[in-house]
């Protein structure tokens, strides 16, 4: 028997269900669902992103709808318009064997009339934005005097986008019988003032740990010096050649800026954001689905409606002004069981926000460095051996062999390989030869805030099967300490950092005197508090720093010249690969759809053209 069957969803939605493709219910569908449809109660569900809520109430609200009358008796509050049209669509699908149910969707940017008359027709079910519902509420185009379930989703979203009045007054509008509904992915103190004000001892779901990131999602960031911002996205980009992320800035004016500029240095980017129309939007995600662009670069609203499995990376070009928002964006990437990685770019400055995130989302971040030209090379040298590897011979070229075998008359296996890479990698090397290093220097102490806490350093990282989880349940078991006692933990190849209170510091020191993981001896020591002072390190002597550390590579980096200013021609190393498979679709649909402006593009060229 189908596991959706066991939750008591009748034929007609199983058979929808199974049209659909889904096989098992998710965690939250499988939690929310029975209780909905046999309980008239309200409820509270946290689940992250993508883990399902639609369908979680999606389910039971169609099969409790009464489809012989027309009255609203549903009513959706979700926070975007693309939201809220992704929200209609799927209650479509869901609902498809249900003769004579009408979704209809209300959201502002389109015309009131419209939409007054589509209600007129009989919508049982309202999904819409907080703000046109309250314009039409107002202006008695609907009645919803009469709904039975009120939904809230992404209520967390709502209210930081200061939707608090309009669901209050909409609400004042709703009767007083009728079950509540709140989905939302955090559940900060608002989002609980909510629910206490208008929900009856609801039913409380949680699927994972409350206010978590997701957890398939690891968290790193970056500390740049702000004019090396967009420089330092571009290596990151690089180093990832099979790169296919969403990249948030703070205002539309950023998104459309740093897209265009990744467009104009051949990459498969696009923008993303409210400034576009409805069109240019749908054109933009049927590229991205299509994996035709590969870096989507886009503003917090305008991702709201992104779903989109598989997507690698998430980065933040800038971090958002609400720090809660940062969970909603992590929560692109790690979607459907796959895991992803979600980056910070921050200026010194900005550094210490992460502290409050990683309190957010329940995890720490791992501090990086921005790839040096050295690794980048060696990255792009390996993809394409590795792609090359891959291929299938195309026998088409079988005809050309024998003159191209006679060029290369004379050359030995190893000559030829060496010719063959040296044409992609002379365009990396020579791009990036005298980069320079982008991170920031000085001290870039993240965690200045924090009191009087020590920082240690332990001979064991990486190398020794550890991650910074593990490091830190050995830390805790070995030092006895609490959950929160140890922090920062910082893994390395062979070395890592953690931190403990000040006043714990000699009992530590106590602790691992003489002692021995797996039948070696641990080193640990006090460090500098500057995170800044560590990493140029080496002083240290033992615990294998020495020649482990980038530091040690002779790749040169002078302190002029690197990416700032330069610009990818055609034959630049981004453009190779990126362009050559999808010309005309990839980079320029995203040119196009981006809806960039040419005098826009042509000031960037003026300025470029200066350097
Ligand atoms: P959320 O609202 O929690 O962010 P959605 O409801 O938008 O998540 O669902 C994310 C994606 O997962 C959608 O594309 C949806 O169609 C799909 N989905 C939902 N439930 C299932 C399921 N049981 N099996 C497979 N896919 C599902
Ligand atoms: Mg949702």
Redesign the pocket.
């Known amino acids: 028997m189908n596991k ?1 069957e066991l939750l008591g969803l009748n034929d007609a939605l199983l058979q929808a ?1 199974k049209d ?7 965690e ?2 499988e939690k929310a669902i029975p209780i909905l449809l046999q309980e008239d109660t309200d409820m509270v569900a946290l ?10 109430f ?1 389910f039971p609200l169609i099969q409790k709808i009464d489809v012989d009358s027309r009255k609203t008796q549903g009513l959706i509050l979700s926070p975007t318009r693309e939201l809220c049209l ?2 209609t669509n ?1 209650l479509k699908n869901y609902s498809k064997y249900f003769k004579g149910l009408n979704t209809v969707a209300i959201y502002g940017g389109a015309s009131i009339t419209d939409q007054a008359a589509q209600i007129k027709k009989g919508a049982q079910i309202i999904v819409a934005t907080p703000g046109r519902m309250q314009d039409m509420v107002n202006r008695r185009l609907v009645d919803i005097s009469a709904i039975q379930y009120c939904i809230l ?2 209520a967390d979203e709502m209210l930081n986008m200061g939707f608090y009045e309009d669901i209050t007054e909409i609400l004042s509008h709703t009767p007083k019988e009728k079950s509540t509904w709140l ?1 939302s ?1 955090t559940m900060p103190k608002e989002v609980s003032t909510i629910a206490k004000k208008f929900m009856r001892t609801p039913v409380e779901i949680t699927v994972g740990t409350k206010n978590m990131g997701t957890s398939n999602v690891s968290h790193e960031y970056y500390v740049i010096n702000a004019r090396d911002r967009y420089a330092a996205l571009k290596r990151l980009a690089d180093a990832n050649p099979d790169i296919f992320s969403v990249i948030f800035c703070r205002t539309k004016r950023d998104t459309q800026k740093v897209a265009e500029q990744l467009i104009e240095d051949g990459y498969n980017a696009a923008a993303l954001h409210g400034d576009l129309s409805q069109n240019q939007r749908d054109l933009v995600m049927k590229s991205f689905r299509a994996r035709q662009i590969q870096m989507l670069v886009a503003t917090d609203v305008a991702a709201r409606g992104i ?1 989109v ?1 598989d997507i690698t990376h998430v980065i933040n070009y800038q971090l958002p002004d609400e720090i809660e928002t940062y969970t909603h964006r992590s ?1 692109r990437t790690g ?2 069981g796959k895991s992803g990685v979600s980056m910070v770019i921050v200026s010194k400055s900005e550094a210490r926000k992460i502290k409050g995130i990683e309190r957010i989302i329940g995890q720490s971040f791992e501090r990086k460095e921005i790839p040096d030209g050295r690794e980048i090379c060696e990255v792009q040298l390996f993809h394409l051996a590795n792609e090359i590897s891959k291929t299938e011979i195309n026998h088409e070229i079988d005809k050309y062999l024998p003159s191209i075998a006679e060029l290369f008359e004379g050359l030995t296996k190893e000559e030829l390989l060496k010719k063959f890479f040296s044409v992609e990698f002379t365009r990396f090397f020579n791009y990036y030869n005298n980069a320079q290093d982008l991170n920031a220097k000085g001290s870039t102490e993240v965690y200045e805030d924090e009191g009087d806490s020590t920082r240690f350093f332990i001979n064991v990282g990486a190398k020794d099967d550890f991650d910074w989880m593990s490091l830190k349940d050995f830390l805790k078991a070995t030092l006895d300490l609490g959950k929160d006692d140890v922090n920062r933990v910082e893994v390395k190849d062979s070395f890592s950092f953690f931190n403990v209170d000040s006043s714990k510091a000699e009992e530590v020191i106590r602790i691992f005197q003489d002692f021995k993981h797996q039948g070696r001896h641990i080193n640990v020591e006090i460090t500098k508090k500057s995170a800044g002072k560590e990493r140029s390190g080496g002083r240290r002597g033992g615990g294998g720093y020495k020649g482990k550390d980038k530091g040690e590579r002779s790749f040169d980096k002078p302190s002029r010249g690197g990416d700032k200013g330069l610009r990818r021609s055609s034959d630049s190393p981004a453009s190779g690969k990126r362009r050559s498979s999808d010309a005309g679709t990839g980079g320029r649909k995203g040119k196009k759809s981006g809806g960039r402006s040419s005098s826009i593009e042509s000031s960037i060229k003026r300025r470029r053209s200066k350097k």
């Open positions: 959706f269900i659909m493709g889904f096989e098992t219910p998710s939250v569908q689940a992250q992103t993508g883990t399902g809520k639609t369908a979680a999606g992704q929200i799927e989703d992404e989905f992915a779903d499995d929560g979607r459907a």
